[in-house]
């Protein structure tokens, strides 16, 4: 079965690089994802990875996926205060229906 | 930018009310997707349309929760009657049918239910 793990809570100090690690289980995932939802509002699509792929870089974001372990991990670099927010890891399976299924969250909280 | 609407944002009802939910894909969007999302959890697919026809409902809790998307547009999601454990957040996204990356999911702002 799907089952998609994060741990709860990030602490880090602005300007710093984050680091939000992700684990899932089924390895007919298509694509990874990572949204960004923001206290009382919806997801927003932050990036996202191919499973053939091993790492993406797009602006502050960098995604690392070893199929291997099954780990995905999210690193947000120089790290703002805005980037305060819950950070969601979802997989979409082959021949799945492009249904979602979404880790837990990580509270990432920036600190001044 | 066209956006996912969702109305109403808050709701607050009685238990074994009934309550429904209402979404507005981008235009264009042929697949629709319903999620629940309880504080301190992820979001899990309820129901996802592809135009007026069902695709997935396996997580729908048939008994008390109904979907429509008549038209092949918007969409209603009722749940009758209302359980304190559906005190949650709905959310509602839509996708482009076809291929490629056409499948991104665009989340709407979310409608919270709180069942007292």
């Known amino acids: 079965g799907e089952d998609v793990e994060q741990s709860l809570f990030l602490s880090v100090r602005e300007g710093d690089s984050s680091v939000i690690n992700c684990t899932y289980t089924d390895s007919s995932s298509t694509y990874l994802y990572w949204y960004k939802q923001e206290p009382g509002a919806g997801l927003q699509l932050l990036t996202y990875?191919?499973?053939?792929?091993d790492m993406k870089q797009d602006q502050r974001l960098t995604v690392l996926l070893n199929k291997k372990d099954k780990h995905l991990s999210l690193r947000i670099a120089d790290t703002q205060t805005g980037d305060s927010a819950i950070y969601f890891c979802a997989e979409s399976i082959t021949g799945g229906g492009n249904k979602l299924t979404f880790g837990t969250g990580t509270q990432l909280k920036v600190e001044l | 930018e066209a956006e996912v609407a969702q109305s109403p944002r808050y709701k607050i009802t009685e238990k074994s009310q009934a309550v429904a939910f209402w979404c507005d894909p981008i235009s264009g969007h042929a697949t629709l997707y319903w999620y629940r999302q309880i504080l301190g959890q992820g979001p899990e697919l309820l129901v996802q349309f592809q135009d007026e026809s069902v695709v997935d409902d396996s997580q729908l809790p048939k008994d008390r929760f109904s979907a429509e998307r008549l038209k092949g547009v918007d969409s209603t999601l009722k749940i009758q009657p209302a359980e304190l454990g559906d005190s949650a957040m709905y959310l509602c996204?839509?996708?482009?049918?076809?291929?490629?990356?056409?499948?991104?999911?665009?989340f709407g702002p979310g409608t919270r239910l709180t069942v007292t």
């Open positions: 990875i191919f499973s053939n792929m």
């Open positions: 996204a839509s996708s482009l049918a076809g291929g490629g990356f056409d499948y991104e999911q665009y």
